[in-house]
């Protein structure tokens, strides 16, 4: 990198083991492209509650030639956020997969894909009248009830097969449209 990372603490103290494994994950992700600029890191602990138990975040831009690759998720219901190690190894496994995405683009290796998407349905949250469904990557990806084709949603269950058409949308992409494979 041209320039140290900036790591910043929100909400809870410097901790000099999570700066070593921030440092650490920045030194692999240099490994794998040698052209990162500069690296932001922020861990930070958004709202302390008694009800939900103290969730943390962890947020990385990473700047590349031409570009900012940026991961930062809400700590959504997930118990593995209530450890700021693991939202931070969360972090850069997404940050690592943007960054293999960014260097297969660059040295012209693009995926073509045949057809719309496919997912596997991982979870519904039906008080919420929303799901979630796992991408053949490996990312996990939001949709609610009014995205399901065909009246859909009281048939969608966990493990059924959809094709789907993503979108971004206010906290991470999302499925606009979501149809069940027929089988």
């Keep these: 990198?041209?320039?140290?990372?900036?790591?910043?603490?929100?909400?809870?103290?410097?901790s000099p083991s999570l700066t070593d494994r921030i440092h650490e994950e920045l030194d692999d992700l240099e490994r794998l492209y040698a052209k990162i600029t500069a690296a932001h890191v922020v861990i930070e602990q958004p709202h302390r509650s008694k009800r939900t138990g103290n969730h943390?975040?962890?947020?990385?831009?990473?700047?590349?030639?031409?570009?900012?690759?940026?991961?930062?998720?809400?700590?959504?219901?997930?118990r593995n956020f209530e450890d700021p190690v693991a939202a931070l190894n969360e972090a850069f496994v997404q940050?690592?997969?943007?960054?293999l995405?960014?260097?297969e683009l660059r040295r012209g290796f693009v995926k073509s894909h045949n057809g719309p998407p496919h997912g596997v349905v991982n979870r519904i949250v039906p008080e919420l009248d929303c799901g979630f469904l796992i991408t053949e990557d490996g990312r996990?990806?939001?949709?609610?009830?009014?995205?399901?084709?065909?009246g859909d949603w009281q048939k969608i269950d966990v493990g059924n097969q959809v094709v789907f058409a993503e979108e971004s949308g206010d906290k991470g992409p999302q499925a606009s449209t979501v149809r069940l494979v027929a089988g």
């Design 56 to 78: 943390f975040r962890a947020k990385i831009d990473l700047f590349v030639p031409g570009q900012v690759l940026s991961v930062g998720r809400d700590p959504a219901e997930h």
């Design 95 to 99: 940050a690592r997969r943007q960054l």
């Design 101 to 103: 995405d960014y260097v």
């Design 1 to 14: 990198m041209n320039v140290d990372p900036h790591i910043a603490f929100h909400g809870l103290s410097p």
């Design 140 to 150: 996990e990806i939001y949709f609610h009830k009014n995205s399901v084709l065909n």
